[in-house]
């Protein structure tokens, strides 16, 4: 069965760039009509919704955060990414890919999720 | 954007039935029929329980239902059990981006 894992460094110091992959295993992250998303969580806090990615690298961002954030896809590696700059506090969070359906544009397949934390 | 307003908290008793509406706008639920809805445990991923606001994808228990009038989704619990106390987040397309609701903390006493 398809599987999303995150990956990436679980502290970032302010005003750095945060980056994460997902890796997709169980199938091509080019086939079916998919797209590929980034979800945050801080803690005790909500879901919100950062981004998503096509595999032709067609990209759409959430309006508070389109001047940070930048979703890549790498289909030779089957993984997509995430690259936030400026970090703050704020940024602190659990980080979850996420796979979405075109036809009904839900979240289906979710990764567990990371932490990550900025701080000095 | 705003997140959609949801109650933060519901409860309820086992066996009974609970629903937790969604507000949005004219520019999200009101123009789309995209919502979804979602299950979240502790420490846990989210789960799809409902998609295109009235549709239970396979495996989910038929005690969940969804439904939408107007800029307002809504998502039932009927049959309450203990393993249904979790957070319930919503979530719709906007056009360009998706927002989730603020997330609604359901309780079973």
């Known amino acids: 069965q398809v599987q999303l894992q995150e990956s990436g460094p679980g502290l970032v110091k302010p005003s750095q760039t945060l980056s994460l992959t997902c890796t997709v295993s169980?199938?091509?992250?080019?086939?079916?009509?998919?797209?590929w998303s980034w979800i945050r969580q801080p803690a005790g806090k909500g879901l919100e919704w950062i981004g998503r990615?096509?595999?032709?690298?067609?990209?759409s961002y959430t309006p508070s955060l389109r001047s940070r954030v930048t979703l890549s896809v790498d289909t030779s590696r089957n993984e997509f990414s995430l690259k936030l700059n400026s970090v703050t506090a704020a940024d602190t969070a659990v980080y979850f890919c996420?796979?979405?359906?075109?036809?009904?544009?839900?979240?289906?397949?979710w990764g567990q999720g990371t932490m990550v934390t900025v701080s000095s | 954007q705003s997140a959609l307003t949801q109650p933060a908290s519901v409860s309820g008793s086992p066996g009974q039935s609970i629903t937790i509406s969604c507000t949005g706008t004219?520019?999200?639920?009101?123009?789309?029929?995209?919502v979804s809805w979602y299950q979240q445990h502790p420490g846990k991923a989210p789960k799809l329980i409902i998609s295109?606001?009235?549709k239970r994808p396979s495996g989910v228990s038929d005690r969940f239902s969804g439904s939408k009038s107007g800029n307002t989704a809504s998502l039932t619990i009927s049959g309450l059990q203990a393993e249904d106390e979790a957070d319930y987040y919503c979530?719709?397309?906007?056009?360009?981006?998706?927002?989730f609701g603020g997330g609604t903390k359901l309780t079973v006493l």
């Open positions: 004219n520019s999200d639920i009101g123009n789309y029929n995209l």
């Open positions: 996420a796979r979405g359906t075109f036809r009904e544009d839900a979240f289906d397949i």
């Open positions: 295109e606001a009235n």
């Open positions: 990615i096509y595999a032709s690298g067609i990209t």
């Open positions: 169980g199938d091509s992250i080019s086939s079916g009509a998919y797209y």
């Open positions: 979530c719709s397309y906007t056009g360009s981006y998706s927002v």
